[in-house]
């Protein structure tokens, strides 16, 4: 394939994944405006263009039109796998399994999406873009199980974290499951306190920035994996702030704007702890100059 036919048919493919897929991602946007648990999803694509552009100025760029060349068997075999993918779910699933239907579709559109880079610009490429297009399968929305198990876990933990921080400050306080009994309050961590959407977000967030300002592999891992731990401090101190103010300076605490609209508040303070600890990692890099310089 020539390279003035490359962009066109990337694009025609492009065409053809989002027509045969059209259900998937219909029901896809519909989960993401509806529902917490998916609406990091809207950010997914347009995230990954960016990181597409900033990673081609820097290491597509450099790529010669030999490792541009298309790779045939390895982007048609990729598209003939999405392909059944897609017709399995749509035609082969029988059941109560709509929300298999849709990650089993998505996940075909990603790979189908993969496959066209293979086979318009070549495996090298696709290795250069290997972050921004393994990121894509974020819009793959979990199973419905799956989100049921992750509020759960967010939930207790986070009971557990609140639990904490009471006794650090001196109030009586027990736990039943996610039932917390301090003076004049029993607090019930429900499934909308678990802010699954936020942590999410803080997890989408800090993929981003550890990929755009580190470079070691583990260091990224390190700052990812704290989002987990930062997600439940902040759902735990949520609750600690929210119930001292409504107990100890006015009652209206407990159901006024900082508790159905503060979440914005502590979801900052996250981003802001995730910050420091990715400047901090970043600080212990060596300088690109002068690894560059100590391999000559």
């Known amino acids: 394939m020539t390279n003035r036919f490359q962009i066109p048919a990337f694009a025609l493919l492009l065409a053809v994944s989002i027509l045969l897929c059209w259900p998937f991602l219909a029901a896809t946007f519909h989960l993401a405006l509806t529902d ?6 809207l950010l997914i694509v347009p995230l990954s263009a960016g990181l597409i552009y900033f990673d081609s100025k820097e290491r597509h760029s450099k790529l010669s039109a030999g490792d541009r060349r298309p790779s045939l068997r390895v982007g048609v ?10 017709g399995f779910a749509r035609w082969a699933m029988v059941g109560d399994h709509d929300d298999l239907r849709i990650v089993l579709g998505m996940l075909a559109l990603v790979i189908w999406w993969a496959a066209s880079v293979i086979l318009c610009f070549g495996i090298q490429t ?40 009471f006794h650090l400050g001196g109030v009586p306080v027990t736990q039943d499951g996610i039932m917390l009994s301090i003076p ?29 300002f580190l470079r070691t592999w583990w260091k990224k891992l390190l700052v990812v994996a704290a989002a987990v731990p ?18 100890r300076v006015d009652a209206g605490f407990l159901t006024g704007r900082l508790h159905h609209h503060g979440g914005i508040v502590f979801f900052g303070l996250a981003v802001v702890l995730e910050c420091v600890l990715l400047f901090l990692m970043q600080r212990t890099e060596t300088p690109v100059l ?6 000559r």
């Open 126 to 165: 696709f290795r250069s873009l290997l972050f921004p297009l393994c990121f894509l399968l974020l819009i793959v929305p979990l199973p419905q199980s799956t989100v049921d198990s992750i509020v759960k876990f967010l939930q207790y933990q986070s009971a557990v974290a609140a639990r904490i921080m």
């Open 184 to 212: 004049d309050l029993d607090i019930e961590v429900a499934r909308e306190c678990s802010s699954i959407r936020s942590s999410l977000m803080l997890m989408v967030t800090t993929l981003v920035l550890a990929q755009l």
């Open 36 to 41: 917490d648990a998916y609406t990091h999803i």
């Open 77 to 86: 075999t990729m598209l003939l796998l999405a392909l059944a993918m897609v």
């Open 230 to 247: 930062l997600s439940v401090l902040k759902n735990g101190f949520r609750i600690f702030v929210i119930a001292e103010l409504g107990t």
């Open 290 to 295: 002068e690894e560059r310089s100590a391999t």
